[in-house]
Nanobody, 119 residues
Framework: QVQLVESGGGLVQAGGSLRLSCAASGRTASTYAMGWFRQAPGKERVLVARITWSAGTVYYANSVKGRFTISRDNAKNTVYLQMNSLKSDDTAVYYC????????????WGQGTQVTVSS
């Protein structure tokens, strides 16, 4: 099992930036990919960005493409989500997650961090 702890959320004005961090511990050697999800009030949790741990291959949802950047620091077992040009629609609880196989569900989840974008 992998333990995940997010940080970096907060309140920001529209057009501003935030960087989220997700520190992983435990069985990190078995991690295939890590992702950032978000859940807005009354909506389902959706994948925002994902990065494979070894190759660094990335994926972005269309809604954040060009504004968000996911990256990882293997030495620190940490994944980042740089969020620029934030919009009110980006307001949500952001979760970090990890999975051990390409075709598996995400098995480990962080506690979430709130991001609020004021217009």
């Amino acid at each position: 099992q992998v333990q995940l702890v997010e940080s970096g959320g907060g309140l920001v004005q529209a057009g501003g930036s935030l960087r989220l961090s997700c520190a992983a511990s435990g069985r990190t050697a078995s991690t295939y990919a890590m992702g950032w999800f978000r859940q807005a009030p009354g909506k389902e949790r959706v994948l925002v960005a994902r990065i494979t741990w070894s190759a660094g291959t990335v994926y972005y949802a269309n809604s954040v493409k060009g504004r968000f950047t996911i990256s990882r620091d293997n030495a620190k077992n940490t994944v980042y989500l740089q969020m620029n040009s934030l919009k009110s629609d980006d307001t949500a609880v952001y979760y970090c997650a990890a999975k051990s196989r390409a075709i598996s569900d995400y098995e480990s989840w962080g506690q979430g961090t709130q991001v609020t974008v004021s217009s």
